[in-house]
Structure formats: C-alpha cells, structure tokens
C-alpha cells in the first residue's frame, strides 16, 4: 500500500501541470494464491499452485458532472464505454519495479481516456432528461483486514480424495466425463484513489466440483454436477458425504439415461429453492443493477417502476453483501468494502411486492446519487453495479405438499396432464438489451412430470425454461417453506464475480419450456479399455 500511495501522489502531481490533468484517479491490487487440483476417472490430472499479482487502475477527466465515462451515441449504433487499464505486476515487493510498471500501464491509460473525454466533449448537448452526473462523491474509507494467512493444504490428501470420488465413474461403461475438482483461491485486495480512500481486504473462496455426464441411446451427453462453496478448505463436507454424494449423481445420470425427452410444454410447474435462486438472479437481479438503467441501449425493465408493484405483494427482496452466512451455509457475495471503496450497504430491492431501490455503484441515476456499495470487478476490469447476496423472502409460504396440490389443481384447471418440477439447474442466462428480445433461459438438470392421476413423479431430460420477465414474475402464486442456497459465479461487463441466491421454492402457474439443444454424438464404436479388460477378468 505504501508502494501504491506514493507513486499516486507522484502522478497526480505530474499530471496537474497539464490541461487536462485527471480529476480522480484509483489503484486495484490483487495478490493471488492459487491451488488446483483436478481428477478424472480416479486418475491425477493435475496438480498445481502459483502466486500472481495484478494491477488494475482506471483515472478520469473531466469533473464528477461530466466526465469521460458519460455515454455517448457511437458510429455503430451502440453507447461509448471505457475500459480499464490492467497489468501483471511483480510479485515481489520491489518499489521501483512495481511503480515502473504502474508508471507504464496508466500513462497509456490516460492517453485513451483523453480520446474519450474529447468524445463526450464534442457528442450533442446533454439532453434535458439527462443525469446531470457521472461519478459520484462518497465518504473516504481507510480499512484493513489483517494478512491473509493461508490454511495448510494438504494437497496429497486431497488428491487422494479426489481420486476416491472420481474413480466411481469408471463402473459404468456409458460415462463419458467422470470428474472431481479441487479450487481454493485465495485473494488478498488493495484499493487507493485519489480521493484518500485505503482498503486492503480478503478474499478466499474454496470450490470442490464433481462433474460427470453420461450418453444417451439418442447420442447426447447428459451433464450433472455438484458444487461446494466455503471460504476455509476445513468448511467442505467429509469425504463419506463426498462419496455418497457422487454415488447418488451416478443413480440420477442412470436415470437421465433413460428418460424420455420433454416437448415443449406451457403451463404450472414448482421450482426448487436452488431453482428460485437462478431464476431471481437472471431474470430480477440483472434487471435492478443500476448502471443498466443509465444505458440507453438497455431495455431499462424497472427504470420507471419504483415505487410500483413488480412482485407479488407477499414477496421481498434485499441484496446483503455484508451476511456471511445463511444457516450453515457460507455466501461467496460477501464483502466489507466494494471495488469503488464503498462501504457494503443491505439494500431493500423490494418490499411487499413494491419496487424501493436499484444496486447502485458510484454510477448515479436521476432518482439515486449515491452508491450502495455494489460497485464490483474481478481484476482488469472496472467496477459496475452488481449483484451480491440475493435474498428472497415470503410474508406466506406453504408446505410442499401444499406446493404440489396447488400444482395439481391447476393442471386440472389448465387441462394439463402433469405439472413439472424443477429440482436443480446448472445456471442460466439473461438478455438485458434492446436489440434483442428481453428475455431469459434458466438451464435445469433435474426436471420431473408430476402427474395428476398420482403416478409417480418422472424424471424427463431435454428441457430449458424460456420467457420474459414482468410476465413470469404475475404467475409466481405461493412460496414453500423450504429455503435454500445457490451459490455460483456470475459473468457480465465487469467479469466473473461471487455470488449467492437465496431463495424459497415456489409455485408458478405458468412457465413455458423448449427443447435443448441436442448434441447427437455417434455412440462409441469399440468398447472402453475399462470395460473390456473387465470382461477379459471373468473369463
């Protein structure tokens, strides 16, 4: 950090003998700790650590008014955006290397964004309706979290362990991929700006994935997985959990095997609590991140809806970066300070139904100036609004069985055989542009008919859930009692970040769903060498 302030101060005061010399500038450090581990089929794939540093820094001209960063109409139809200025650091602590580098990376930083500015500088007047501001002014922050002292890692162990989980995969000639992955990383964060922000804090994330998938009759690979989170390696279930875990994938790829493939299909249907999470993650937090709505591009869904029912009126939703747990379970949204230097704030999304509050970063709207510190980046990036821990709640909520009578009258209702039954889902994707339909897909794993006439639940493949948005938010009719965590890492303008949903089951009185696309591989024309050598042992 010391490092970090002094070539600051010497830059600004460099830059302050030239016209436009930058108003606010800030510094991005991440110190890496690495492991990986990976195994396939009870075999080392690889085994690794490596440490790296990465320096990220973004400065800009103008005022807080009007700055480089204010959109303008550009040549191919869309909104002018900047970018970051990003850069491998040493590892070491050596000043003059560090600060050479620095020096290197914003000098032809500045060059950019001056480009820009004179862009904005020359676009039209600023429109009427226009927010009046660019960036906005918050407290100084100085924090720091004690040095991140990494657990041991027995990576022998693990190994071990992983190769024990893996190795159940070969006992089924019809697996394709059979897989156990180890990841901890382990984040150790710098951020000073100009402004005399500090914050040094940490952030260690341990994923443990199995992946296995298997192939059809039809020739499609069929995908399953499990994923843990923990911010500690010693937070990770015990391995006879692990086992029986991947010996119960195993049961449901055989399952899944053998299922039929769904038609498309319109009507009620039950979510998970894991599926309610995806599902409120895709297709309402992305739409209530605020930087979208300053976007003209955006299809801006609930720009003009606070204050408006946007959800049933038994229904809330808050964003809480500052809880690190739920129950037992640990949530990767959590964060002390954002990527902009802004305090972590719990924010009320909606209340009763009623839209209160946007994710706001130091990106303003009309009706919000100020941050509530959801500002976040992965390193290279800049920081724009978005999601951390999303939590759903229920004034009302009904038991399962409750869910799935409700299911079943509306299907009488709609004249439907079944209903379904969304159990898990692997993730999903939202569209948020004007230049494409607003809509949503939501990916699931594990889909099941539930049956009007009480035969037993069947599991079915080949389904995604498609729609758009205000529609499937007016069928959502009750909420279970069971609440559950998904956590997961979300991809848009700023990177991959952590995050975490958490959410009830629910009931909904009608989604619609397509068939996923089909790979149609060519079955195996000779018999795995697993297998094979099997059959020579018998004889």
């Given at each position: 950090?010391s ?5 600051m ?14 108003y ?50 550009g040549?191919s139809g ?18 003059m ?20 500015y004179?862009?904005v500088?020359?676009?039209e007047?600023?429109k009427e309706?226009e927010e ?5 002014k918050?407290?100084?922050?100085v ?6 002292i ?11 362990v992983l ?17 156990a ?17 500090r914050i ?11 992946v ?6 039809d020739?499609?690979?069929?995908p399953l997985?499990i ?14 959990q692990?086992i ?17 493939v ?9 979510f ?5 999470g ?8 992305h739409?209530?991140e605020g ?8 299809g801006?869904?609930f ?27 640990e949530?990767t ?11 972590a ?5 909606v209340?009763n ?9 130091r ?19 800049i920081?724009?609004s ?5 939590i ?6 009904k038991?399962e ?5 409700m ?5 009488k ?9 969304f159990?898990d ?11 494409s ?9 594990e889909?099941y ?13 080949g389904?995604?859930?498609?729609g ?12 279970g ?26 009931f909904?009185?009608?989604i619609?769903?397509q068939?996923k696309?089909e790979?149609?591989?060519?079955q195996?024309?000779?018999v795995?060498p ?7 042992e018998k004889?």
């Amino acid at each position: 950090m010391s490092i970090l302030a002094e070539e600051m101060k010497r830059e600004m005061q460099e830059f302050s003998s030239i016209e436009r010399a930058p108003y606010y500038m800030e510094y991005r450090v991440s110190d890496f700790e690495t492991y990986n581990i990976n195994t396939s089929f009870g075999s080392l794939i690889s085994s690794d650590s490596y440490t790296n540093r990465v320096f990220t820094g973004d400065l800009r001209i103008g005022d807080y008014e009007l700055d480089n960063t204010h959109e303008v109409f550009g040549f191919s139809g869309g909104y002018q955006s900047y970018s970051s200025s990003s850069v491998p650091l040493p590892v070491e602590n050596d000043p003059m290397a560090i600060k050479q580098m620095i020096w290197l990376t914003m000098d032809q930083g500045y060059k950019a964004t001056l480009e820009q500015y004179k862009m904005v500088l020359n676009a039209e007047e600023v429109k009427e309706n226009e927010e009046k501001i660019d960036f906005t002014k918050e407290e100084i922050s100085v924090y720091s979290e004690a040095p991140l002292i990494a657990e041991s890692i027995d990576t022998k162990e693990w190994e071990g362990v992983l190769k024990r989980i893996s190795s159940l995969f070969k006992d089924n000639e019809f697996i394709m991929d059979g897989d156990a992955n180890l990841q901890v990383s382990l984040e150790r964060r710098y951020f000073i700006s100009s402004e005399g922000t500090r914050i040094i804090q940490n952030f260690p994330i341990v994923n443990l994935s199995i992946v296995a998938s298997i192939l059809s009759d039809d020739g499609n690979i069929l995908p399953l997985y499990i994923s843990y989170d923990a911010r500690t390696i010693k937070n990770l279930p015990e391995e006879t959990q692990l086992i029986d875990d991947a010996k119960e994938l195993i049961r449901k790829l055989e399952q899944l095997r053998n299922s039929q493939v769904a038609e498309p299909y319109s009507g009620p249907a039950i979510f998970s609590p894991r599926v309610s999470g995806v599902f409120f993650h895709e297709i309402f937090g992305h739409r209530v991140e605020g930087h979208r709505l300053k976007d003209e591009s955006d299809g801006q869904t609930f720009k003009n809806k606070v204050n408006s029912q946007v959800l049933p009126k038994f229904m809330s939703v808050i964003s809480d970066p500052t809880r690190r747990k739920f129950g037992d379970a640990e949530l990767t949204g959590y964060y002390e300070y954002d990527d902009q230097g802004v305090k972590a704030q719990k924010v009320t999304l909606v209340e009763n139904g009623i839209l209160e509050n946007f994710l706001m970063s130091r990106t303003p709207l009309l009706t919000f100036e100020k941050s509530n510190g959801h500002g976040r980046a992965t390193a290279g990036y800049i920081p724009v609004s978005r999601q951390s821990n999303l939590i759903v709640q229920s004034d009302k909520v009904k038991s399962e069985d409750a869910l799935r009578k409700m299911l079943m009258k509306e299907c009488k209702k709609q004249n439907k055989e079944f209903g379904y039954y969304f159990k898990d889902v692997t993730g999903g994707f939202t569209t948020t542009d004007r230049y494409s339909p607003n809509a949503f897909n939501i990916m699931p794993t594990e889909v099941y008919k539930i049956y009007v006439d009480g035969r037993p639940d069947e599991l079915v493949r080949g389904v995604d859930m498609i729609g758009t948005p205000l529609t499937m938010f007016s069928e959502i009719k009750a909420a279970g009692d069971v609440v559950e965590v998904f956590s997961g890492h979300c991809g848009a303008e700023s990177g991959f970040i952590p995050v975490t949903a958490v959410a009830p089951s629910l009931f909904v009185k009608k989604i619609e769903t397509q068939k996923k696309m089909e790979t149609h591989i060519k079955q195996p024309l000779l018999v795995s060498p697993e297998f094979e050598f099997k059959e020579s042992e018998k004889q």
